[in-house]
């Protein structure tokens, strides 16, 4: 590739830069409002249970193909495809991850607004003071009134688009560094203060002890739903994010970094919310408000609390940016790589299409609220629509493509650096990609699309 070219898509410049890109990627909302919010509404312990299964068995093998994939081809999720397989249909792996990267967004956006309005409602609101109710009651008004979401959605969208101006060197490793220690450090405070409430117990065993009579089909599609979407899964994020890091990178390492470290915040965040769910009054099923209503009360019980709650959620609406960005990067690399349109021009008109996508979402919760398909309003349709089948799909797709078109050994052989990396697990990561994660997406797949339902009635 010419230089001229390199500069063009951009790289990443250090070694330490595309674990935090891949990790800032990995760690937003997904894990500290999606996965407490799940796990609280499909019986928590049970559901964690089997979203480690899917981490372990399914995720990271699935990242490890998408990082080979990305810098074998040093490009994006369809011309990736293309590259290695110029006349088979396998880039429409990559057309569902643009779809998902929409879909996602439009909702993606609107609760990274939430969280930047919670930063001014800490400071302005004082709402350490507040009674459970009252934080409910606080959450319901702001969701529900027209202008407010829309406003943050769109402060999201214009401080993303100036972000990606940066380009990926610039724009995206600078902001993980700082933020990730930080959030980390957090959470560990808020966890210990969780665990010191009286009657935290509660929460602990709600963590802790499964409870297998209350798994459902629908707990394990969650489960593995929340799999993908935590881990930036499905959607050529991964994929993308690779196609810009050098040759001698230690992939595996990364992406076990990467599994570990984004694991790893998830299960703080649970811990942070659920002793004090029980603790405090709330409902473990509180769904989308939970983080918005429970974190607010715990830094009540702490000196300084409106300052610690202010930077929580600044923290937070950061790791949401970071990951808003990867999504939208999904989107932007398309036009670049396939259109070849210039950067600029790609990043505005992404964010002006994701703007507008993002609207039904934020009109969800007041305007359109009563307006649903298959039960559901717009805002949970684009989530469950990405996150339960568009995603699995890609990771289908990727499953398959190593396994029976490009080759385990060529991923390999990347994974490896040409054989200087050694692990014996490669071999395990090969069976997996072959065999185990392809039949167990399909089954989950078939099952989230109703199709066995079907056939059991
Ligand atoms: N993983 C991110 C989170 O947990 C969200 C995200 C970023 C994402 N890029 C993605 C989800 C790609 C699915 C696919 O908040």
């Not at 994939?69 to 110029?86: C, F």
């Not at 935590?230 to 990178?249: F, P, Q, R």
């Not at 934020?362 to 559901?376: E, H, I, P, Q, R």
């Amino acid at each position: 590739m010419s230089k001229n070219n390199l500069q063009k898509r951009g790289a990443f410049v250090s070694r330490i830069g595309f674990i935090f890109a891949a990790a800032g990627s990995a760690i937003g909302l997904g894990n500290i409002w999606r996965f407490p919010y799940i796990a609280g509404e499909n019986g928590g312990a049970a559901f964690i249970l089997i979203y480690l299964v899917c981490i372990a068995l399914i995720g990271l093998p699935v990242m490890l193909a998408a990082f080979s994939i990305g810098r074998n081809t040093k490009k994006s999720a369809i011309t990736a495809y293309k590259k290695l397989s110029p006349d088979k249909p396998w880039f429409i792996g990559g057309v569902s991850g643009v779809v998902a990267a929409i879909f996602t967004m439009s909702f993606y956006s609107i609760v990274a607004g939430w969280t930047f309005s919670y930063i001014f409602k800490s400071i302005f609101a004082n709402l350490t003071v507040m009674s459970p109710d009252q934080l409910g009651n606080l959450f319901v008004s702001h969701i529900s009134g027209v202008w407010s979401p829309i406003f943050w959605h769109l402060a999201v969208i214009v401080i993303s688009c100036l972000i990606l101006f940066g380009g990926v060197k610039e724009g995206i490793e600078k902001w993980s560094k700082i933020l990730m220690p930080a959030l980390f450090i957090l959470l560990v405070v808020l966890v210990a203060r969780g665990l010191t409430l009286e009657g935290s117990w509660e929460g602990i065993k709600f963590l802790l002890y499964p409870d297998f009579t209350k798994i459902t089909v629908e707990t394990i599609v969650m489960a593995f739903g929340q799999a993908f979407f935590s881990l930036s899964l499905g959607m050529g994020t991964m994929i993308t994010y690779a196609s810009y890091v050098s040759k001698s990178e230690n992939l595996p390492k990364t992406a076990l970094m990467v599994t570990a470290m984004d694991t790893g915040i998830a299960l703080l965040a649970g811990f942070a919310i659920f002793p004090a769910v029980f603790a405090l009054g709330f409902e473990p099923t509180g769904g989308s408000s939970l983080v918005f209503s429970v974190l607010p009360a715990v830094f009540g019980q702490m000196p300084l609390g409106s300052f610690f709650s202010t930077l929580f959620f600044l923290l937070l609406g950061i790791a949401a940016l970071t990951s808003a960005i990867s999504i939208m990067e999904v989107i932007i690399a398309y036009f670049v790589d396939e259109h070849h349109w210039g950067r600029k021009k790609s990043v505005i008109l992404t964010g002006i299409a994701l703007f507008l996508a993002g609207l039904p979402s934020a009109l969800s919760m007041n305007v359109l609220k009563d307006y649903t398909w298959f039960g559901k309003t717009f805002f949970d349709l684009m989530d469950y629509m990405a996150s339960n089948i568009l995603l699995p799909f890609g990771g289908l797709v990727i499953a398959l493509f190593v396994g029976y078109q490009w080759g385990v050994d060529k991923s390999i052989d990347e994974l490896s650096n040409g054989g200087t990396v050694k692990s014996s697990l490669f071999k395990t990561y090969g069976f997996i990609i072959k065999y185990v994660a392809p039949a167990l997406i399909l089954l989950v797949f078939l099952n989230a699309i109703g199709i066995l339902n079907m056939l059991w009635k």
